[in-house]
């Protein structure tokens, strides 16, 4: 219009393109790239192509969903000659769900026009990934999460001994998704031993408690400290000291006066002849006492026993053999051990330390590797973290929790046979300290220090999984913590005990009914031991 208000000097005009060239349609994008780093996902691509606009002037269509050609993270519908991505190649997203992702992208030109999709790439976000962040590394150590300062994040305890040569204890506070250490502390350094988070005071703050081997005024020796927190700071709790320099115990052992127990020699590293020792585990079996001992180079028996009745102490002496690194012990219903084994090299990388997999004990008292070990999840050689038997339908099942996963093995002459075609939560993560035991109806016990607690059923010949799954974490159950240490069953009372960071979890549940498809909502928690 030329005149606002006078519909005669109104006009439109029709322009015509009598060009003879035509605009194709792009190239969709290629070299689709996408990672998890920390809570980040990242996608990537590289740049379409156009007949007439460059790559700068090209914009881009993202379609992300958590089934193939889905929409469910972000919508590929968008307005007409606009994008969801702009001209940028990368798109990132933070703290979206673990799992499986469909992706794909299309080139939009100037005129609007929109390629085909690009090939469908998937992206898998595992329950534990990367982080951005790393600390200095420790050996020996100990480590325990929990929110000492109230903010609502946790925060890091961690003990050990560096590679440069000292010992540790820091802790780091959690900022803005990172950790720094807290200068403010003064703490005793201990290695080798164990953390506890626990409000032993009842002030409603959380106070540390600390065991292992401890370095104080540059006098080592074993110890336990106890800190309690005070306006922001940990002090040392002296009248809570454990002291037994001037205690009377019944039977002390050590390495002098059973000539079975023992540590560091010279085979890991030429320099630790400390004979500093590592006990993984302690068993009653028929009055026999079994402690496993790895890093026994002193005496070489990984495997001690020691018989109340004689009061005589002798082991599975290894010398010579690569298997200094057993995890846990169980027996069949023969009587017979059985034995996981960590796989690792000695410290400068040279030769075999232990080899992995597991053994089992002959009548000659011999370590022997058991037919078809090669059917074991990850391997023979694997990290085995963890074994349990459980009687089932009168066989043994010899249940194996490795770093790829769980399996459950039926025994016939020392061969091992897999009961299911498929290897249990293989997508796990499994990591040192996480446990597989068996309650007295055969159930599958699951603990993690990383995601609660899995259940595998016996009553449906260990094809389901109790709630679910997933199983149980401290969001959807009332467990304390998902950093669980172990586990017990009161079969008198129906109730499962699991240890956590945080304090003793109680799940009121009883065990005959354990089949039932609900959820775990009646746990409860030993209040000393949990701040409120």
Excluded at 491 to 519: A, C, K, M, Q, W
Aim: charged letters at 15%; glycine letters at 10%; aromatic letters at 14%.
């Amino acid at each position: 219009t030329t005149k606002i208000g006078q519909d005669s000097s109104s006009f439109t005009k029709v322009l015509i393109n009598n060009l003879d060239q035509s605009n194709d349609r792009p190239e969709p994008p290629s070299s689709l790239t996408a990672f998890a780093i920390s809570t980040r996902a990242i996608f990537t691509w590289g740049s379409g192509v156009d007949d007439y606009d460059n790559s700068t002037n090209l914009s881009y269509n993202l379609r992300i969903g958590t089934t193939p050609g889905g929409n469910q993270l972000i919508s590929s519908s968008t307005n007409f000659n606009s994008s969801n991505a702009g001209q940028r190649l990368v798109r990132e997203f933070n703290e979206i769900p673990h799992g499986t992702y469909y992706w794909a992208v299309q080139t939009i030109d100037g005129s609007g026009q929109k390629s085909i999709w690009s090939q469908e790439d998937t992206l898998f976000i595992s329950r534990l990934v990367t982080s951005t962040q790393s600390l200095p590394g420790v050996y020996y150590s100990s480590a325990g999460w929990a929110d000492y300062n109230n903010d609502h994040f946790l925060d890091l305890v961690l003990t050990g001994v560096t590679f440069s040569g000292p010992s540790v204890t820091n802790l780091y506070k959690s900022t803005d998704g990172l950790l720094y250490q807290d200068l403010g502390q003064d703490m005793n350094s201990y290695f080798g031993g164990h953390v506890s988070w626990v409000d032993y005071t009842n002030d409603g703050n959380l106070d540390l408690t600390l065991t292992g081997f401890q370095i104080s005024d540059y006098f080592g020796g074993r110890g336990t400290g106890f800190y309690k927190w005070e306006n922001g700071v940990f002090v040392e709790d002296l009248e809570s000291e454990i002291n037994l320099d001037n205690k009377e115990l019944v039977n002390i052992f050590n390495s002098d006066n059973t000539l079975s127990l023992g540590g560091f020699d010279g085979i890991y590293n030429p320099e630790w002849t400390s004979n500093y020792s590592v006990i993984n585990q302690i068993v009653d079996n028929d009055g026999t006492i079994y402690v496993v001992n790895p890093y026994n180079e002193k005496y070489g028996k990984i495997i001690s026993y020691y018989n109340p009745r004689t009061s005589q102490w002798n082991g599975l002496d290894v010398t010579g053999e690569s298997l200094y690194l057993p995890q846990e012990i169980t027996f069949d219903n023969s009587g017979q051990m059985w034995i996981a084994f960590n796989r690792e090299y000695n410290l400068s990388g040279s030769e075999l330390y232990s080899s992995g997999g597991i053994r089992y004990v002959n009548s000659n008292n011999q370590l022997v590797e058991p037919g078809n070990s090669s059917d074991i999840v990850g391997g023979s050689n694997v990290d085995v973290l963890s074994l349990d038997v459980c009687r089932y339908n009168g066989f043994d099942i010899l249940w194996i929790l490795t770093t790829s996963g769980l399996q459950g093995y039926t025994i016939d002459q020392n061969n091992l046979s897999a009961i299911s075609s498929s290897d249990y939560f293989i997508e796990s993560q499994f990591s040192d300290g996480d446990k597989v035991r068996c309650d007295n109806l055969s159930n599958v016990w699951i603990t993690t220090r990383h995601s609660g607690v899995r259940v595998v059923l016996s009553a449906s010949g260990y094809t389901e999984f109790w709630p679910s799954y997933l199983g149980f974490r401290d969001y959807d159950s009332g467990l304390l913590s998902d950093i669980v240490y172990d586990i017990d069953f009161d079969v008198d009372n129906g109730h499962v005990y699991f240890s956590t960071d945080l304090g003793i979890s109680i799940l009121e549940l009883s065990l005959i009914h354990i089949s039932e498809p609900t959820r775990p909502e009646r746990i409860s928690y030993a209040g000393l031991w949990v701040k409120k």
